[in-house]
């Protein structure tokens, strides 16, 4: 099974980074879980958000947030829409249903 995150949108904050000061490097992150098995992918509603600082590659935790990049968060957070969760069934779960159905109609 994986289950990983996947970038779903990247803004350039004009902030200043709380570790190096510099107003270059920010990048605020928005991520969506997706899961994949053998038998499914599915796309769910779980949301993670991050900022990065690329100039001295730190991840600014919410503790660090200044008042600014926190009004600046809390609109970009307004203005991210997240892809609809959704499941897929594979091929191989296809597979296994129509077996069944048909092995079922069969001893019926």
């Given at each position: 099974m994986h289950d990983k995150f996947i970038p779903i949108k990247e803004v350039t904050l004009k902030n200043n980074c709380p570790e190096c000061f510099n107003t270059q490097g920010l990048r605020l992150t928005f991520k969506q879980r997706f899961i994949e098995t053998q038998f499914y992918k599915s796309i769910t509603a779980d949301i993670k958000q991050e900022i990065n600082c690329n100039i001295c590659h730190s991840i600014i935790y919410p503790v660090q947030w200044t008042d600014d990049i926190?009004?600046?968060?809390?609109?970009?957070k307004k203005?991210?829409?997240p892809k609809k969760a959704?499941?897929?069934i594979k091929k191989?779960?296809?597979i296994i249903i129509v077996s069944s159905l048909i092995i079922i109609s069969l001893i019926g």
């Open positions: 926190d009004r600046v968060f809390e609109y970009q203005t991210f829409t959704s499941t897929y191989t779960s296809w």
